[in-house]
Structure formats: structure tokens, C-alpha cells
């Protein structure tokens, strides 16, 4: 039987936990191929709290990706045009969800006339959005509670 269609819609707050969680499983399952166990600890630790995690959306464009009833991605966008997160669940990999929620940020980008889209791609991302026509704008070390960790500055613009 061929699964429900995926969907996108925009982000309620009831979904910050389920978006939580798809975060930390997405890290500690696919980010890690990437990363050291140190770092994935850092990066999504099991203590990461759902209140300031939900704030994080506030005054963001946020689009989550929903298949039946089983949230399986989510892309936030700063008004500035800066790509906070985009993560897919790690059973939904290579199925085209990371293309249509890029998508759907690519066009509110549009819709507020900006002229580029910038965000800071995982050593795991970069492929992507490499592939969605973004380009290395810089490699840069950053360090997230005590870590550091490698990752690329990049940008698209909006023609």
C-alpha cells in the first residue's frame, strides 16, 4: 500500500515537542555519520528543553512537512532570509521532503523580496544544498555548548 501524501503546512506551537524530537533523532541517526558521539551529545543532548526550544520559532516562517498524521519535517526561516534548521526524519530520507520544504522557503523568501537566502549547513547538508543551487560561501568552525564543530556558511539568491 503506497503511503499518504506528504503535505506541508505552517507550524502550530502544539508541534515544538514532536519537532523536538524529530531534531534529536534526526542528529544522533543520520548527523552522525559527520560527527563525533561528543558532538552529537552537544548538538542534541537528551536534556534539550521544549520551552526554549519553541521560542526559537517565534516570529519565524516555519513550514512542517506531515505525512497522515506523523510530522516528518520542518524548515525554519528568519524574515532576514537566514535558513535557521531544516531536518528530515531519518526514515524519510532521499524522498524529496528536504526539496519541498526548501521549496516552500525559497518562495516566502520571494514573497518578501529578499535577495538571497543564507544558512549554515551541517558537513552532513552541505550535499544538499549544494544540489538546491546554494553555494560555499565559507567553511567555519563553530561552537555549540563546549563543541566544536565544522560546518559551511552558505547562500542562494533569489533571482
Not at 134 to 158: A, D, P
Amino acid at each position: 500500500m503506497k503511503p499518504p501524501p506528504i503535505k506541508l503546512r505552517s507550524y502550530e506551537p502544539s508541534d515544538a515537542l514532536a519537532l523536538l524530537e524529530l531534531f534529536r533523532d534526526t542528529v544522533h541517526r543520520i548527523n552522525c555519520r559527520d560527527y563525533t558521539s561528543e558532538q552529537i551529545a552537544a548538538w542534541a543532548p537528551d536534556d534539550l528543553s521544549t520551552d526554549p526550544w519553541a521560542e526559537r520559532f517565534e516570529g519565524k516562517i516555519t513550514y512542517v512537512a506531515q505525512r497522515g498524521y506523523t510530522i516528518v519535517g520542518f524548515a525554519d526561516m528568519m524574515t532576514s532570509g537566514y535558513l535557521d534548521r531544516l531536518f528530515v526524519s531519518a526514515d524519510c530520507q532521499r524522498q524529496g521532503v528536504a526539496r519541498r520544504l526548501l521549496r516552500a522557503i525559497l518562495h516566502s523568501a520571494a514573497d518578501l523580496q529578499l535577495t538571497e537566502v543564507t544558512t549554515e549547513a551541517s558537513i552532513t547538508a552541505k550535499p544538499f544544498f549544494l544540489a538546491q543551487s546554494f553555494v560555499v560561501v565559507q567553511k567555519q568552525t563553530v561552537v555549540c555548548r563546549g563543541k566544536e564543530f565544522t560546518n559551511y556558511l552558505m547562500r542562494y539568491v533569489l533571482s
